[in-house]
């Protein structure tokens, strides 16, 4: 077949997780380490795709043969991703932080021995994968991911809807399977046609069966 049939078509992958400053020293966060969303911009980029991704802090380097734009906080992460549309494909793999300090500290906060801490005071996060969903620009073809411990399927099929999806790739990360931050993932692909299952297998090799399917999905409608 086509070695390149992603060629001409553009993609925005997310990846990593975002940090969402406390004070200039602390922050909050979810466990990621990008190793997924890295190896899928690489697997759209190997198949032709000229692939933008926007990454969160993360220890890994910045795949070969993709523009890798680095951010911190998930305002900032809408904001890359916004900027990068018109695409084709979007495949939204960050484990975006929920919440955010309302307001945070300008200067480090000081602990009181023996005083009970202030309070932090939450503020929802813009929903990335649900904006690029819903958008006038949106992508053809607009993918997330579901990191779920319980009905991994019913809310991954929920999200396709709440989100403006076509795919959810469904992971169980209880703490058992050794997926977060391993080196293997085990998933379940959710669209309207139905659910495919996929063997445990390298993260690599994921983003790269991923990517195929999202080529056929190109191809075929
Ligand atoms: O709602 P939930 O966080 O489970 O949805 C996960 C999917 O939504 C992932 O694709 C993730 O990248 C995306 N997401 C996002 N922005 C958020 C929260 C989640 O893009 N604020």
């Known amino acids: 077949g086509n070695p390149k049939p992603l060629l001409g078509r553009k993609a925005i992958v997310t990846s990593g997780p975002t940090h969402e400053p406390i004070d200039p020293v602390r922050y909050i966060a979810n ?49 890359a991703v916004l900027a990068a549309l018109p695409a084709d494909i979007a495949v939204m793999v960050a484990a975006v932080a929920d919440w955010r300090v309302a307001s945070s500290a300008g200067e480090k ?32 073809l607009v993918c997330g991911f579901a990191a779920e411990t319980q009905s991994v399927i019913e809310n991954a099929r929920k999200k396709l809807e709440t989100k403006g999806a076509d795919m959810i790739v ?12 391993g080196e293997r993932n085990s998933v379940r692909v959710i669209s309207r046609d139905g659910v495919d299952v996929w063997p445990d297998m390298p993260k690599g090799d994921v983003a790269e069966k991923l990517a195929e399917k999202i080529a056929t999905y190109f191809a075929t409608s």
């Open 109 to 140: 906060i000081k602990k009181q021995p023996g005083e009970a801490p202030a309070p932090l005071h939450l503020v929802e996060n813009p929903d990335i994968l649900k904006t690029v969903g819903h958008h006038a620009m949106r992508p053809k």
């Open 31 to 79: 466990r990621s380490s990008g190793k997924q969303g890295h190896a899928i911009a690489a697997a759209l980029a190997a198949l032709g795709a000229e692939v933008t991704l926007v990454s969160g802090p993360v220890t890994i380097p910045d795949p070969l043969g993709v523009r890798t734009i680095h951010v911190e906080r998930a305002e900032e992460m809408r904001d």
């Open 170 to 181: 469904a992971n169980d990360v209880s703490a058992e399977t050794g997926i977060m931050g």
